[in-house]
């Protein structure tokens, strides 16, 4: 994890000017090995940020893999349907679809939240990286390293506050989208059920997979 954050930072120095204000890396390489230690605390916070960007990164690509199965599902219970002789078939077959289009549009109400929540996650990322930066002031002008005193604290400080305050504001604008998620898991919880109901329960019925 060390390595991976250490190439990390160069990246995100790149990802644009927001929030992107450093200390320049010759001036930390002049820390002494002890002040180099305190920043380890600082690190493993930037690191636990990026964690949560690749969690975020992972339910994107998860949820998409269940999108194609529900919808092969879907299109493999239509097909049941056409081969069914028998009311009981055919009623079964017709279930299997309804809970398969529900899950589907669950599926797609979590999405759209999953890359929001990404959105929300890579700028909190972005203000872990700017924590990580004061740390670095911090360390820097304790140890009164050559350049350091060029250095405002408060300048760090205020684009750590900023960013905080637009990652709150993010946030609270998912509730919308949370909110649809959950409309949509209920109705799809409504279709699985009925489902169960006709062929035994959700925990042994061959129709109904849980994701």
């Known amino acids: 994890m060390k390595r991976i954050l250490l190439l990390s930072l160069p990246l ?9 204000m450093r200390v320049p890396d010759e001036m930390v390489k002049k820390l002494p090995y002890e002040t180099r230690i305190e920043l380890l605390e600082a690190e493993n916070d930037l690191a ?14 998860r949820a998409r893999d269940n999108i194609r199965r529900a919808r092969s599902r879907a299109k493999a ?17 017709q279930l299997t679809i309804d809970e398969a289009e529900a ?15 990404l ?8 203000c872990a990286f700017a924590r990580f930066e004061l740390a670095r002031v911090t360390a820097a002008r304790k140890s009164k390293v050559e350049g350091s005193e ?14 905080d305050a637009e990652v709150k504001e993010e946030r609270a604008d998912l509730g919308s989208d949370t909110a649809d998620e959950k409309a949509a898991r209920e109705a799809w919880e409504g279709k ?4 169960a109901k006709k062929t035994f329960d959700a925990r042994t019925s061959p129709y109904v997979e849980n994701l």
């Open 48 to 61: 636990l940020a990026i964690d949560k960007v690749d969690q975020a990164g992972s339910e994107i690509v």
């Open 77 to 93: 219970a239509e097909d049941e349907l056409d081969r069914a002789e028998d009311n009981v078939s055919k009623e079964v077959a």
């Open 12 to 20: 995100l120095a790149a990802c644009g000017p927001r929030y992107g």
């Open 119 to 126: 959105d929300v996650e890579q700028l909190a990322l972005r």
């Open 192 to 195: 699985k059920s009925a489902l």
């Open 103 to 117: 899950r589907v549009d669950y599926l797609r109400a979590r999405q759209h939240l999953n890359v929001a929540l």
């Open 150 to 163: 060029e250095l405002e604290p408060k300048e760090f400080e205020a684009q750590i506050a900023e960013c």
